[in-house]
């Protein structure tokens, strides 16, 4: 990023340039017949203060069994490697697991161990290791697919070769699960034309980003991010040359 230029828009949201640890926030949608979780978080082993969705299910009187489905944004640490419990068994053991093709595909491929670099060499190892245990219970699906009543599958990718967002709509409301598309509530918002070091191909993931921002203001979409302050869920306002995330006040 512009660095001359990125304290000017951290110092906005009163954040300094060390390293920032934003929030993991799990989108769960309840339709009186499904239970769908977007994404299964990171697990224990990740970060100190991450894995703490069973908590936050219990608190809402649901276990992790009532999950009918689980649907993955994408196959990153903080998304995928929650879906197992302490012995290695699915968490979510009743749910259909639910990934874009082209995702499955990028990460189950032998080789991309060896061609995703070094820095993430780790994350191919840990999303083959769990997709090699719950592979029968996947279900694969492409862009624009209606994956389940009322939940249309939207690509993004950029952020990871396959990343899918996703469009929750009931009649003339809608919502945007954006996954990591739309990483954080302060560069990705104000200066969505930034390349970002932590999307894979930042020059797709550009290109990804002003697309989905284009949608939601066209479309009037709500929106629900991963890595998004306070819960994550808000709506999108233009400010200057870019735009604002306005949290949701419930
Ligand atoms: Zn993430």
């Given at each position: ?41 990171s ?17 809402m ?6 999950i ?28 259909s ?19 995703i ?6 994350f ?15 279900e ?59 999307d894979q ?12 921002f284009d ?36």
């Amino acid at each position: 990023m512009p660095q001359e230029n990125l304290a000017e828009v951290l110092s906005d949201f009163s954040l300094g340039a060390e390293q920032l640890e934003p929030e993991c926030n799990l989108t769960l949608y309840q339709d009186g017949t499904r239970t769908v979780l977007f994404d299964a978080g990171s697990g224990p082993d990740f970060m100190p203060t991450a894995g703490t969705i069973q908590n936050s299910l219990s608190a809402m009187g649901i276990a992790p069994e009532d999950i009918t489905h689980l649907v993955f944004t994408h196959a990153h640490p903080d998304h995928i490697w929650g879906t197992l419990d302490d012995f290695g068994d699915p968490l979510f053991a009743n749910a259909s697991h639910m990934m874009g093709r082209a995702e499955w595909d990028y990460w189950w491929d032998p080789q991309t161990v060896d061609t995703i670099g070094t820095a993430r060499q780790t994350f191919a190892v840990g999303a083959k290791n769990r997709m090699s245990v719950l592979q029968d219970r996947f279900e694969f699906f492409e862009d624009g697919q209606e994956i389940l009543p009322g939940i249309q599958a939207v690509s993004s990718p950029g952020h990871t070769p396959g990343h899918m967002s996703f469009e929750i709509r009931q009649g003339t409301q809608a919502v945007l699960v954006t996954g990591d598309a739309i990483g954080n509530h302060h560069v990705a918002f104000r200066r969505p034309m930034w390349p970002s070091g932590s999307d894979q191909d930042a020059k797709l993931a550009i290109a990804t980003r002003q697309r989905l921002f284009d949608r939601i203001m066209t479309d009037d979409l709500a929106i629900a991010g991963f890595h998004l302050p306070n819960g994550g869920m808000g709506r999108v306002d233009v400010i200057g040359d870019g735009y604002e995330f306005v949290q949701d006040p419930t």
